[in-house]
């Protein structure tokens, strides 16, 4: 059983920042990409951005030069830093870990349960 538990979601001004962080638990051998999504009302999930095991990033362009992916391969943490956040960036933000639960198994896609960000006009 693998969980993924967010913190650091809430309701910030624009202009302001918010440090989001995702911890993987339970059984798990590897992993490999880590990232973040986010849905808006009324809209899709959308990739926000993510790392590679090799600490490569990616990022949407609404995004690029306002956030970063960082990861911490000891305590199998991903996090997300917002900084110049806008109302546009209101949504639900979820976590995203690509895990091998045992060496012979395939990688598998496992999902935070999603962490509200607010932000203020």
């Known amino acids: 059983q693998v969980q993924l538990v967010e913190s650091g979601g809430g309701l910030v001004q624009a202009g302001g920042s918010l440090r989001l962080s995702c911890a993987a638990s339970?059984?798990?051998?590897?992993?490999?990409?880590m990232g973040w999504y986010r849905q808006a009302p009324g809209k899709q999930r959308e990739l926000v951005a993510v790392?590679?095991?090799?600490?490569?990033?990616d990022y949407a362009d609404s995004v690029k030069g306002r956030f970063t992916i960082s990861r911490d391969n000891i305590k199998d943490t991903v996090y997300l830093q917002m900084n110049s956040l806008e109302p546009e960036d209101t949504a639900v933000y979820f976590c995203?870990?690509?895990?091998?639960?045992?060496?012979?198994?395939?990688?598998?896609?496992?999902w935070g349960q999603g962490i509200q960000v607010t932000v203020s006009s």
């Open positions: 790392i590679t095991s090799g600490g490569r990033a």
């Open positions: 339970g059984s798990i051998f590897s992993i490999d990409a």
């Open positions: 995203w870990v690509m895990i091998r639960v045992v060496v012979s198994s395939p990688w598998v896609n496992y």
